[in-house]
């Protein structure tokens, strides 16, 4: 088992949500010797100018043949984008990477945060948990969860839009490799679930989280399960 030969676990939030959204799950690995919540630049009070690209980039670089990577959203899709991925020695998990939005197009999304900042989150708050029967509890709760923790400025969230427009799958070369996993939300109302077929021509190993929405944090049990049996 994949999670069995981990000493360290290294987890990677992705657009819009801090790495708070890790924080309840991060004690569900108690065969793990340590672990690491990474906020990338934009996402904490910091005045470091380094771009999140550089900061995934050397996670891969420098993690161990024993560590693994949870990763989630954009974040997934910057990794599996990377240059660095194939030399990556780590277990990588990648959840619901963000390649290509479902419905709306990404100029919508940023249309309506430069438009109104709180209801462009919130509407994507609700997208994020629509998908099952828990989704009006659900949204409440996430967005509280993002409301009380540190808010990233508009800007810079529209620039990471910006550069998701940018993502080009044409330069998606990842080889086949037994520790990368791709666990995919079957009622995922973000992502467009049709770019599965990109990923199948890569052979890439993906399991499905049943009724589960784009955001599946609060029933990680699943997930845990499912990375157990791994």
């Known amino acids: 088992m994949l999670i069995k030969n981990s000493n360290k676990i290294i987890f990677i939030h992705g657009w819009l949500f801090g790495s708070y959204i890790w924080k309840n799950i991060q004690g569900c690995f108690p065969n793990v010797s340590s672990s690491e919540l990474v906020s990338l630049p934009g996402y904490r ?15 891969l670089g420098s993690s161990n043949k024993d560590d693994m990577i949870l990763a989630y959203s954009y974040t997934a899709a910057r990794i599996l984008l990377s240059g660095e991925l194939n030399s990556c020695d780590a277990t990588i998990i990648l959840i619901n990477p963000f390649l290509k939005p479902k419905n709306s197009t990404i100029t919508m999304l940023r249309d309506n945060l430069i ?29 509280n969860l993002f409301y009380t923790h540190y ?32 666990l995919l939300s079957d009622s995922d109302e973000v992502c467009d679930t049709k770019i599965i077929n990109t990923l199948k021509l890569h052979k890439m190993k993906m399991l499905t989280l049943k009724n589960s929405p784009h955001y599946p944090f609060f029933e990680f049990k699943e997930i845990y399960e499912t990375i157990g049996l791994l």
């Open 45 to 59: 009070k910091s005045t470091t100018t380094e771009h999140s690209r550089k900061v995934i980039d050397s996670i």
């Open 115 to 143: 438009e109104d900042f709180d209801s462009g989150v919130k509407k994507f708050i609700f997208e994020c948990v629509k998908g099952n029967n828990l989704a009006k509890k659900n949204f409440i709760k996430l967005k």
């Open 151 to 182: 808010i990233p400025k508009k800007d810079f969230l529209i620039a990471e839009l910006d550069e998701m427009t940018d993502f080009d799958l044409s330069k998606f070369k990842v080889n086949y490799r037994e520790n990368l996993v791709i």
